[in-house]
């Protein structure tokens, strides 16, 4: 019994022990749990406080924001009415540039029409000038080392009357120099462009006027395309379909042809003759003479009673479409001479003279009908014609007004205008061109024709008492074009190449003189006397 309460009492004592060790760990637990509630409380607390902080610092911030939306909004709404007011003003500007614009090209315009009337009643020489655009061919036989420089573009058109020439020459300062002339062409300008600024002439034509548009420059300069085009076929109606690149010489045949058609019942009788001067010696290409070693029959330049200069016996023949005028265009330019130099692999060893004469009749009684509108009528008698309308023309000498009784029935009235279309050889640098033998010889006479030409001009210029015409067969040929009566247009054509500088500077100086000649009032053409048999 004893020893059961011994154990019991032991078993009380451990599970009291028990209890007081756990009363312990639970107080001690329940003090750490008291601190870290406590620090909890405090971290909330300081959580609230930061909260707090924190909302007021965002309620602020908003409040900023929202008053920065709102002028946002605001600075918005005032740049949109400025854009608003600068597009309007932008729009109200385009319409007065635009028509600033307008009045300005009215002006322009008007200032050319004045320009030519001065022109007309100076008579001097018109001179538009064509800069080629650059070609494979520029860069071929250069040093490759200098070939960048050679072939830097040293020539532009500033606008369409002003040409700018940039010297850059080795050892030579930069020097810009400027030319003014009629009408300049960029490279970029069309052959139709060319013509459009050359089509008033054909009317001048038909209005009775004698015209001539000469090509000048150096070879390979673009002259025989601004005149011709690319090269003629077989077939010249295959040439007229082309329409894009046709050159000067078709454009006008078509043209005068249509304007001719405006007015079939006083349609002109068209004649033509194509000469060469080679050599300075002049070759009738329509001629046929079997024996002759050279391409066409020599002319000699003749003087008729009106003082006008002429060919003896040149051929003339009738065409009736600019088909057949070309027909005999494509004729004379395969007679035509010409030799590859170094600078150009089809240069032309002459010039190409082509005359398109225009002869209208009127009726017996016309004087007491309107002059023809066409052209200006004098009383001539009319000129025997060979078959078909080929073959040199008879001579038609004026016949005085007063021969007969006033109303009588006299010849038929023959009025007379003549349209001159010139393709100058080139001029050459005989190192550059590396002729040789008859090449060397032709050259020669082209660079000494062209010298008389300029020199023809230059006399004109300075009104000399004595003008050399008969110091080459071109100027004397050309005389009346020259220095007459007739509307003359000079074709300057250029290379933009900084290697061709010192013939572009020679042609554009040739230009400059040619436009200070002053030659009086351009008259309406009269008969010529002197087209023999």
């Known amino acids: 019994m004893i020893g059961k309460s011994n154990r019991e009492a032991t078993r009380f004592y451990f599970l009291y022990n028990e209890k007081q060790y756990l009363q312990r760990n639970i107080h001690s637990t329940l003090i750490k ?70 009045q300005y090209q009215i002006e322009k315009q008007k200032r050319k029409l004045l320009h ?55 050892g030579h300062p930069l020097i810009n120099k400027t030319y003014n002339f009629e009408r300049v062409y960029g490279p ?47 077939d010249p109606a295959l040439s007229l379909d082309s329409h894009g690149d046709l050159g000067i010489i078709p454009r006008a045949a078509e043209e005068l042809f249509r304007l001719i058609s405006e007015n079939p019942s006083r349609s002109p009788e068209v004649e033509v003759s194509i000469v060469e001067i080679y050599n300075n010696e002049i070759f009738d290409l329509l001629a046929k003479d079997s024996c002759t070693l050279v391409s066409g029959v020599k002319r000699d330049v003749i003087t008729t009673k009106e003082g006008k200069k002429e060919l003896s ?85 004026a016949s005085s007004p007063g021969a007969g009784p006033v109303g009588a029935a006299g010849p038929p009235r023959q009025a007379q205008a003549r349209l001159q279309l010139v393709d100058l050889a ?45 110091n080459s067969r071109l100027t004397h040929f050309l005389q009346d074009s020259i220095g007459g009566d007739a509307k003359l247009l000079v074709m300057l054509c250029v290379s933009p190449c900084q290697k061709h500088l010192a013939e572009t500077l020679q042609c554009l100086g040739f230009g400059s003189r040619a436009r200070q000649v002053q030659r009086g009032q351009a008259k309406r053409g009269v008969p010529a006397s002197g087209k023999s048999k």
């Open 33 to 102: 749990l008291y601190q870290v509630i406590q620090k909890l409380k405090q971290d909330i607390k300081e959580f609230h406080s930061s909260c707090l902080e924190l909302i007021r610092n965002y309620q602020d911030q908003y409040r900023v924001c929202l008053s920065e939306i709102v002028t946002a909004v605001h600075r918005t709404q005032l740049y949109n009415e400025a854009l608003q007011s600068h597009q309007s003003r932008a729009v109200h500007l385009e319409k007065c540039l635009q028509e600033i614009n307008e």
């Open 116 to 170: 030519n009337s001065l022109v007309e009643l100076k008579g001097n020489i018109r001179v538009h000038c064509r800069i080629r655009p650059l070609l494979p061919f520029d860069n071929e036989f250069d040093d490759p080392v200098q070939n960048s420089s050679l072939c830097e573009k040293a020539i532009h058109a500033v606008d369409d009357e002003t040409v700018l020439v940039k010297c850059n020459r080795p």
């Open 188 to 234: 970029a300008e069309s052959q139709r462009t060319v013509f459009g600024e050359i089509r008033p002439l054909l009317m001048s034509l038909l209005d009775g006027y004698n015209v001539c548009i000469m090509a000048y420059g150096q070879t390979g300069s673009g002259k025989s395309y601004t005149m011709l085009g690319p090269h003629l076929p077989d």
């Open 313 to 397: 016996r040149l051929t003339y023949k009738s065409v009736s479409s600019a088909v057949a005028l070309m027909g005999l265009v494509a004729g004379g330019l395969r007679l035509r001479v010409k030799h590859p130099t170094l600078v150009h692999t089809d240069s032309s060893r002459s010039h190409l003279v082509i005359t398109v004469t225009l002869t209208a009749a009127s009726p017996p009684d016309s004087s007491h009908q309107q002059p023809n509108p066409m052209l200006k009528e004098l009383i001539c008698p009319s000129a025997p014609r060979t078959a078909g309308g080929e073959g040199p023309r008879a001579s038609r000498r």
């Open 426 to 470: 080139g001029s050459e640098c005989v190192g550059a061109s590396g002729v040789t033998g008859l090449a060397l010889r032709e050259t020669s006479c082209i660079n000494r024709s062209l010298a008389a030409l300029a020199d023809v001009l230059g006399a004109l210029a300075e009104r000399r008492g004595h003008v050399p015409y008969r």
